[in-house]
């Protein structure tokens, strides 16, 4: 059985670790003999198997198969309907945790408890998911560890590293940038910021308007009319964007699906950057954001690594190194790293100080003694970057003469703007009548190693008190119950 | 100096319907100089009904120092970029209209990266 296990979920590309016996980690292939299997699921209409990977990616029906479900990890509305059933985003991607496990068992024996790696600004739901997906894979998760934590983890065993390290970790559909600090054995995590829907798909997206723009020019005809052609369209711009982190022009030919003649694609490097310029940008920004964030300048930086396929694009590094004065190393195989990250998070997470990703508060009026004025704000209880586990609570007065109900919204987000924050759950407590206002009242939030919040209301006159995990509603999401019966279902499945 | 009131869910609610709907430019902020929490959110109201450049978008003016412009787009960035992750389509749509406003203004401000 192996005993410490490190998956990559992601967004394009999945992979397994395990920590062999001289304390390495090391990638297990899957079935198909490739290290990362695509992230990709195909329901096939004449057999009752689910295909997962390349012969996913490659082959199937558009309107049958699955990409990118993790994006749709924190929306609880999310359903995929195929054939009448509807699955949630966590019963596809338990199909994507389950070909790994059957696969990779075959070679390193029964893996039955894992750490996942997640992006680092993953929601409550889609953490809560993410676990979700693993029972039902028939896996229980140690811990969930944030990407660029685990691909830092890998970077600092296998370079030896010591100091201040920034991780730029540029995957298929997000952008996670973390700070952290290694010293001897320890690592503490200074920050950690994140953007969606920022990462080489988007690229891709921008590359395939580019062929269809070139496509439409010379034939006079849409480049596609069907999702199928269009999606082998995407194909070939990755393609084309990988051999443009190599070569300084690429040609391509392609067709459309209605013999409307080939047309010529003619891409240029310059031109590929200027496409994508705004958006790495907004990555530059977000390097900011964390640095400030850290309370850190670029200077005191002392390494800066690089994470996730889309950091093979050439201007990447050149905006890093304009940036930190210094190049940026490469973490090995920046596919790999975060899966083999893991594995190591598995057994060394003793030594690694996590911190709480988001700011968790209370909507509040805020009074200023001073000058008269409240105003409805985002009272903050828990700070981002608190290292965590923790615990912290704020004492708030009620408003209200006589209240019998408390109501306390659970806010998650920095801005003191209510508008800029989500609420992400609320908590109901009865109280005693005929009070007059001004009765204190204790609000607790605690944060646990997988980033999970639960929070307390006390009052403190009547001694009530109320307590609950910050849950989820929609059809998206799965009771316990569900989750049961679906364990027991995905177990019977044929999945290749 | 601050006293903080817990919000029942009335006047809780009451509040936010009372509050102005998300306006299509950002909120104003005010000098930071001498600025206690509370005057740095102030009413929406005077902000522009149809912004169109992306300076106005960010309610960056022609005279503002180049610290202060960042200051604001540092902001607006950390806003906007959690907005673009959100569930509802129109505030994420919100937030990439922004996120382009600023990366505009940055680059214009700043220079290309």
Known sequence: MAEFVGIDLGTTLSGLAYLKPDGNPEIVPNADGERLTPSVVFFDGHEDVKLVGSAARDGGEPDRTIFQIKRHMDDPEHLVEIDGRKWTP???????????????????????????????????????????????????????????????????????????????????????????????????????????????????????????????????????????????????????????SKLQRVNDTVSNDQNNGIARIDLTRDGFET?????????????????????????????????????????????????????????????????????????????IQEVCNASYGTLAMVYNARTGEEKLMNSIVIPKNTPIPCSKTQVYQTSEDNERVIEVDITQGEDEDPRYVDII???????????????????????????????????????????????????????????????????????? | MFKKILQSLSKSQQAKAQAPARPSGPLPVAPSSGAGLLSKVVPVAGAPATPRTPEELCEITPKMPRDQVAARLK???????????????????????????????????????
């Open chain 1, 90 to 244: 966590a019963e596809i991607s338990a199909l994507i945790l389950a070909k790994l496990k059957r696969d990779c068992s075959r070679i390193i024996g029964d893996i039955n408890e894992v750490v996942i790696t997640v992006p680092a600004n993953f929601n409550e739901l889609a953490r809560k998911s993410t676990i979700a997906a693993a029972e039902m894979a028939g896996m229980k998760v140690r811990r969930l560890v944030n990407e660029p934590t685990a691909a830092a983890v890998y970077y600092a065993h296998s370079q030896g590293v010591q100091g201040r390290i920034l991780v730029y970790d540029l995957g298929g559909g997000t952008l996670d940038v973390t700070i952290l600090e290694v010293q001897g054995d320890g690592i503490r995590i200074l920050t950690s910021e994140g953007a969606r829907h920022l990462g080489g798909s988007n690229f891709d997206e921008l590359l395939l308007d580019a062929y269809a723009e070139q496509y439409s020019r010379q034939t006079g005809a849409r480049l596609w009319t069907d999702e199928r052609h269009r999606r082998r369209i995407l194909q070939a711009t990755e393609d084309a964007k990988k051999m443009l």
């Open chain 1, 275 to 351: 496409m994508v310029r705004h958006m790495l940008t907004r990555t530059v920004m977000l390097v900011e954001q964390a640095l400030d964030s850290a309370k850190l300048k670029a200077a005191e930086i002392d390494h800066v690594v690089l994470v996730g396929g889309s950091t093979r694009i050439p201007k990447v590094k050149q905006v890093l190194e304009k940036m930190f004065g210094q190049a940026p190393k490469s973490c090995g195989n920046v596919d790999e790293c975060v899966a083999l990250g893991a594995a190591l998070f598995a057994k060394k997470s003793a030594r």
């Open chain 1, 425 to 496: 759950g609320r908590i109901t407590l009865e109280v005693p009548p005929n009070r007059p206002k001004g009765c204190e009242v204790a609000v607790t939030f605690s944060y646990d190693e997988n980033q999970r919040v639960r929070a307390l209301v006390v009052d403190k006159q009547s001694g009530r008190s109320r307590e609950v995990a910050v849950s989820y509603k929609g059809a998206g999401v799965l009771s316990e119950e569900d989750l049961k019966k679906k364990t027991v279902s995905l177990r019977q499945m044929r999945i290749e």
């Open chain 2, 75 to 113: 902001l607006l960035y950390r806003r906007y970029n959690r907005g673009a992750s959100s569930l509802d389509p129109k505030v994420r749509a919100e937030a990439d209209r922004m996120l382009d406003a600023i990366v505009v203004v940055r680059e214009k401000v700043f220079g290309e990266i």
